[in-house]
C-alpha cells in the first residue's frame, strides 16, 4: 500500500496492461466513427479535476449511444481482457477515470435522452449522459425537481457512480436515497436491471446501493431511475455572515440538533467569499458566510427562518440578508457553485488537492476549527467551503502541482485532516469517492476486513479486473 | 426452480446436511449453559411466523451473549461446515429462519444492550437483540424516537436483515434509510465494520446496505447503529371510512402526489376492521379505514390535516375523526400493529400466507383493486392491510394449515398478485424480504442476470455456504 503523497509523486499505480492491436481494430470495426484513437481526444478522457496530471491517456475512446453500444464494448474487452473506463464529463475529483492501467475509455456522455418522467409517480429515467441541470431543465414545467447538485454540472451516471450529493442533501438526501433503480451492463457485457420503481423493497440484496458509489468497477451504468420531488411552494434564502467559522458551524450544529427541515445550510469560508466575489462579480461581505434555503408552505418556510434567524444572532451572525427573488438566489447558488473554480483560478496555474471529510454533527467545529489552524498555519492557499448541515466539508490547497514540496505538505495536511474525523467517528470522503486518491485512507477507515470483503465483491463480479481497475484498493486479478 | 406451492407442499429445499456430532460437542464445550440440544427449544428456534409448519427444527440452539460469542460460534461452525441461523424473535413472515439445510440456531436475543445514544448526533448504536420497542423505552426522556415499526416487536438486528419498515416509513424511511453502519461477523468468523457514524459517505462499496436486507446470508449483524429522530413538536391522528378501498386508495395516492409529509397512512379493510374490533375491543365502522399521523410544527400539523380532510371528503370519506389524545392515538395504532395476530385469531388454528407487494404509488389502486376482486371470489378469508402512502399493501389469506387444496389455492392468489404488481413496476416484497417463499419471485423480479450476481456475492463471501443457506436463492456450494 502506498501512501498518497507517494502516489501523487511517483504514481506506482500506473501499470499500464498492454492494449492488444486486435481489440483496437475489433472496436474500430464494430463503432466506425464512434471510436476514436486520435491523441486530442485520448488526452481529454484522461484526465479529471483531480490533482494528477501525469498518467497516460487512454488507449482509445469509443462513444456509446445505446445501452447495446456499451455491452458490446464492454464484451470486446471483457474478450481481450483490457481495462474498460466508463467516462461521463469528466468532474471527478479523485482520478476516477485516469486510465493508470491503460485500456479503453467508454465515453457515454452521448446517452443524454430522458426516457421516462413519471411525474405521478415522483420517478423519472434516464441515460448515464444527462447531467443534473440538462434534467431540472426538461422536467421544469412539471412541477417537479430533481435536487441532488454537486458543484461541476456533472452526468446523472457519474453521480450514481460517485455516491454524489451536493448543497440540497441535507433535507433530500444524497445519490443513495435518490437512485431507485438501475440497468448496468456487467464485467462480462450481461444487461442487467437492479430495484423497481417501486419506493421501498425488500427483495434479495441491494444490487442498487451496490453499485451506486462503486466508481466504475463492477460495471456500467446505463440507465438512472431517480425519485423527484415536488417543487416546494414556498423557497426562501437568505445569506449571514459570522465573525469566525467557529461561530457559523455552531449555528448549523443547533439548526441539525432542533430538526428544522432546512433544505440548504452551506459554509463558506472568508478566503472562498474572496474568491467567489472575484469570479462572479460579487460584493459579499468577506468573512465566515452561511448560505441558506428553506422550503415548504409559506407558513412553515417563515417558522423555519424565524428559528434559524434566532440561532445564527446568538451565534454572532450578522447582515442576515434575504433573498426572496428568484433570480437573487440563483445568483447566490451559482455562486456557490463556482466557488471551486473560482478559488482555482484565484491562483492561476493551480490544481486543487480538495479534501472530503465528513463527520457527526456534535463533532463538526472541532474538526472545521483544528483543520482551519493547521491550513492557515501552512501558508498554502487554501479555501473551505462545506455542506456543514450534513457534517460535510471540503479544504481544498491550491498547490502548484510543479512543486513537489508543496504537494506533498498539502497531502500531508489532507492526511493529518482525514486522520483527525476518522477519530471522531466520520469518513474520509463525503461526496467524491475515493478514486485513486483515498485508497490508503479506506483502509483506515473500513479496516482490512472491510476492505477484503469489498476486494472479495470485486473479484466474484470482475474476475479478469477489467471494469476502471485500479481504483478503491488495491487488487490484480 | 421450485414454484412456491410446490415448496409449500413438498419443502423440495429441505436436504439436511449432517450436523458433526463433532461440532456439538466443541458448542456445548464452549458454550456450557447457552448452548441446548433440547427438543422444546430447538422446536421454539425452528418455526417462525410463515406459512410452514413442517420443516425439522435445527440441531442445537447457541445463545450469544457477545460479538465474541457469535464469532466463535460462526468459526466452529465455518470449520465443519454447519449451517449457522441467526435468530431474533422469531417474528419473520417467509421462513427465514427456518432450518432447511439443518445446522444450528443463532439466538442473539440476549445481546439486549443499548450502547450508545447520541442524541446531539441523532445516532443510536444498539446490539442485535434489541427490540424497536425496547429502544423507544430507553430513550423516551430524550426527546428523540426511533420510527421503524413493524407489526411485530422486532428486534432491530432481524430489522436491518429483512429491510424491514412499517407505518413510518412514508416520512422516515425504512431500515435501508436508517441504518448508519453495522458490526458484522463475517462466515469465517471475522468482526468487520462498515459504514461510520456520519450521514453520508462515498468510502467505497456499499457494504452496510449489502448487509441490510441479506437476511443472515452473509454474515451475522452483532451491532447497529440507527439515525433517530427528534420527536415532533405536534403530533395529529385521524381515521376516516370509505365506501370502498379504491376511494381510500386514491385519497392517498392524491395525497402523496400533492407532497404533503404526512408521517403515517395506513389502509386497513373492512375485514381487518371486523378482527380488529373483536381482538381489541374497539368499534370502528365496518368499512374500508384509513389510519393518518401527522407530525410536525401546530401550525404544519394544522396544515398538512386540512389538506389531507379536503381530498379525503372529495372521495367519498366520512366520519374523519381526530385522535388528539396521546391515549387515544396509541390505541388506535396498537389496533393496526394487532392487525395481523387479530386477523389470525379470527380463524381458530389458521396460518396467513401474507402477501408484501409494492408498486409504483399511481398504480396503486389498479393493483388493490384487482387482488381484491380475486381474493373476494376465492372464498378463502382473507384480511388486506397496506402501508399505502408507500405503495405497499399486504392480503393475508387464512389457510387451514392442513388444507393443501386451500393452500394451493392461495399460493396461486399470491402467484397472481405477485405477476400483477411486477407488471406494473413493483416488487415482490416491500417489506418481509424473500426468504424461502418467494424465491421464484425474486427470480421473475431481477431476473436471471440479478439472481446471478447476487449468488456471485453469496459465493465469494460465503463460499462453503453456511450463513442461513437455502434462503433468498438456490445456490449449492
Known amino acids: ?154 452526468t446523472l451516471g457519474g453521480m450514481a457512480a460517485t455516491r454524489a450529493s451536493g448543497t440540497n442533501a441535507v433535507r433530500y438526501g444524497t445519490m443513495r436515497e435518490n437512485v431507485l433503480a438501475l440497468q448496468v451492463v456487467t464485467a462480462s457485457g450481461e444487461v442487467i436491471r437492479t430495484g423497481t420503481r417501486a419506493k421501498k423493497s425488500s427483495a434479495g440484496y441491494d444490487l442498487t446501493r451496490l453499485m451506486v458509489g462503486s466508481e466504475g468497477t463492477l460495471g456500467v451504468i446505463t440507465e438512472v431511475t431517480l425519485r423527484i420531488h415536488p417543487r416546494p411552494e414556498a423557497v426562501s434564502a437568505a445569506i449571514c455572515s459570522f465573525p469566525t467559522v467557529a461561530d457559523a458551524v455552531n449555528t448549523v450544529i443547533q439548526i441539525v440538533q432542533l430538526g428544522v427541515p432546512i433544505a440548504r445550510v452551506e459554509l463558506i469560508d472568508a478566503n472562498s467569499v474572496r474568491a467567489v466575489n472575484a469570479y462572479s462579480k460579487l460584493s459579499l461581505r468577506e468573512q465566515p458566510l452561511l448560505l441558506m434555503e428553506f422550503h415548504g408552505s409559506p407558513a412553515s418556510v417563515r417558522e423555519q427562518a424565524e428559528t434559524v434567524q434566532v440561532i445564527a444572532t446568538d451565534n454572532g451572525g450578522a447582515d442576515f440578508e434575504w433573498a426572496e427573488r428568484p433570480e437573487d438566489r440563483n445568483r447566490l447558488w451559482a455562486a456557490r457553485h463556482n466557488a471551486y473554480f473560482a478559488a482555482v483560478a484565484s491562483r492561476p496555474g493551480s490544481r486543487s488537492i480538495t479534501t472530503d471529510t465528513c463527520v457527526p454533527i456534535s463533532h463538526l467545529a472541532e474538526a472545521v476549527v483544528a483543520t482551519v489552524q493547521e491550513a ?70 473500513a479496516g482490512s476486513g472491510g476492505v477484503a470483503m469489498m476486494r472479495a465483491i470485486k473479484q466474484a463480479l470482475d474476475p479478469d479486473n477489467i471494469m476502471n481497475p485500479g481504483k478503491i484498493f488495491e487488487w490484480d486479478a
Open 376 to 445: 492557515d498555519a501552512s501558508g498554502i492557499p487554501y479555501f473551505l467551503v462545506g455542506h456543514v448541515g450534513d457534517g460535510n466539508f471540503h479544504i481544498g490547497y491550491l498547490i502548484d502541482p510543479d512543486d513537489a514540496d508543496e504537494r506533498a505538505r498539502a497531502e500531508q495536511l489532507n492526511r493529518q485532516q482525514v486522520e483527525r474525523v476518522l477519530a471522531l467517528g466520520g469518513t474520509c470522503t463525503g461526496e467524491h469517492g475515493i478514486g485513486l486518491h483515498k485508497m490508503a485512507f479506506l483502509q483506515q477507515e
Open 1 to 154: 500500500m502506498n501512501a498518497p503523497d507517494d502516489l501523487a509523486r511517483a504514481l506506482p499505480q500506473v501499470r499500464q496492461r498492454p492494449v492488444p492491436p486486435a481489440l483496437l481494430s475489433e472496436l474500430a470495426g464494430r463503432f466506425g466513427a464512434q471510436f476514436s484513437d486520435g491523441q486530442a481526444l485520448r488526452e481529454q478522457h484522461g484526465r479529471d479535476e483531480s490533482p494528477f496530471v501525469d498518467v497516460p491517456p487512454p488507449a482509445a475512446v469509443v462513444f456509446a449511444q445505446s445501452t447495446e453500444d456499451v455491452s458490446d464494448a464492454v464484451a470486446l474487452c471483457a474478450r481481450h481482457k483490457a481495462p474498460i473506463i466508463p467516462f461521463g464529463i469528466g468532474s471527478s475529483l479523485e482520478g476516477q477515470l485516469l486510465a493508470v492501467q491503460g485500456g479503453i475509455s467508454l465515453d457515454v456522455s452521448r446517452m443524454a435522452r430522458v426516457l421516462a418522467v413519471n411525474t405521478e409517480d415522483l420517478t423519472v429515467t434516464v441515460q448515464p449522459g444527462v447531467t443534473r441541470e440538462q434534467l431540472n431543465e426538461e422536467i421544469r414545467d412539471t412541477g417537479f425537481f430533481f435536487p441532488i447538485d454537486p458543484g461541476a454540472n456533472a
